[in-house]
């Protein structure tokens, strides 16, 4: 249960921070326009705290308990789930660093391994094919740009694609 | 005729006949996966149709989504684990059949009932979409903010296990869609000065993010603890005798006929269509001699004609009206703009051979459903065999390949992983992943046609109930809205009755 409040108290102060930007939004010049740029989003605001409300109340009357093994770290599926959710954020954060190449090449297998692959040879193979096909489909084949990296990384990414 | 003509050279062009060909397969075999949804199908193809041309494109989306449709039965049958949320049903039968040892013919059954629903939606699509095409020029504002709204009420009431949960998720959903240029007056809205959000929220990253992320991290927890035991080890389609299957027509025309509408309903999905076709099954044919539940091979028939059927239904408002009848054509409505498509009453007029392409590369998909659905089944045992730890990883790098070259915009991989986040709570706490989806991408409509309204009326809202369709619209919003409130009501009036 005290997940979930903890969840809902975020939403809360998400929708009432949006609703105290949507109160100092101007008003339309345009008199036929009697919402503006405002009056939707205010009554999405009032409307979001109502049925939050509303929620959180049967909440805490229902007492039910709700597993979420992310924040059991003491749990194999917690720990490799909040593995991979640092894992993905590094990815995603040394992209445009390193490029899609490299960072690939690193993500692969440190994902498999975490998740629980333990075949270090078919992954290292796995994680070498996926690369190849995905920058050889996306990046030359369809031309989508990925990114290149920054410095000597981005100078070889060209010899690739 | 010559717009047919047009139609079938570019669906049956070298490139698109083998999109068709691939798209199925695919989609046969994500559908297949448990934990590989039809909609993570699609999103994981749209990186590949941002450079290709709009048909190539839509046929191949359509392709996943007729494959992943009837997908999801092959592991239903086999492990009793529905690879899609819409083949629930088909477990309630389709297993029983197996431990029969009747496996073969439960998998001819659910590829026949998916091929027969496929095309006979296909057909209804080629009439409505049109004839509602026509009807749609005639709306104006008040009109479309209602369809909106009905198409979130839907989502709200029918689709959602939590009602007042998927009302907040649609209202998030709204409330995001809300970032950036305000349409109407040019004002900045929760933009804080970013030029990333001043276009606003892009829904294809947020997709990507609920859709594919979340169900990446939701099965990193869950994959060890199910049981994907194979019981044969080779699985071979049997097509039953064709007087045995026309002994079964009718249950073959009920289910595609419930599957077309509950598909054109806003919001409303093949698993509620197969549950409601199987529930309807089991009514009529409740005395034959082999029980549902226990085998009945009427109890895959329905089922799986049901939810193909919807392919076909669920397309209808959403390139018409611009509303998504599912998740998935969410995803497909989105691929349309993004390809330079937009989906609305002048579409069909704008793309003639759009409706008609569409159409062909329903009935091919179906067509292939028997070639490729044998081919996928005999290799199931090897699919069923690739680990998680491998598939896992390759849907993020895919997500992020399609996050990032949406605007080649690092920020859109940031929104991917923010949403795959949120996703993966809202399924923990039951909110609703496609009811925010959703109010995210009708909020632009719903608002702008709230306002567009208000202002032809010169500030006052008399038009929206002083206009027949709009005022019919709104009481079926209302009416669909407080349903399950009315059900219960009714349901509570009976037991006191009795």
Known sequence: MAAELIFNCLVGLGIVFFLVQAFSLPQSDNPGDVLGAGGFPVILGILGLIVLAVITVRVLRQKSKVKVPMFDLGSLDGRSLALNVVLLFVYIMVLDVIGFVLSTLLYLPVAGWSIGYQKPLRLALYTVAVTAVLTGVFGILFLVPLPRGVGLLRELSYIIF | MDVLIQAFGQVFSPLSAVLVVVGTVFGIVCGALPGVSTSLAIILCLPFTYTMAPVSAVVLLIAVYVGGACGGSISAILIKTPGTPEAVATTFDGYPMAQKGQTGIALGLAVTASSFGTIFSALVMLVAAPLLAKVALSFQSAEYFGLGLLGLSCITSIAAK????????????LMISTIGIDSINGAERFAFGQPFLLNGINYISVMIGAFAIAEVFKNIEEFRHRDNTLREAKVSIKLMKFAEMLKMWATFVKSSIIGVIVGIIPAAGGSISSLIAYGEASRSHAHDPIKFGEGNPR??????????AGVGGALVPTMVLGIPGSPVTAVIMAAFIIIGLRPGPLLLREQPVLLDSIFLALVFSALLLFVGGRFVTRQFGHILKLPYPLLGPLIVALGLVGAYSLQNSFYDVIIMLVFGLVGYFF???HYSNPALILGLILGELVENSLRKQIIIGDGSAIGFVERPVSLVILV???????WPLIGSLLGKGKVRAA
Do not use: Y
């Open chain 2, 299 to 308: 109890g895959i028939v329905a089922p799986e004609a049901a939810n193909n």
């Open chain 2, 476 to 482: 079926m919003v209302a009416l669909t809205f407080f």
């Open chain 2, 162 to 173: 939590d009602q007042m949960k998927a009302l907040l998720s649609v209202i998030l959903g």
């Open chain 2, 427 to 429: 399924d923990k706490f």
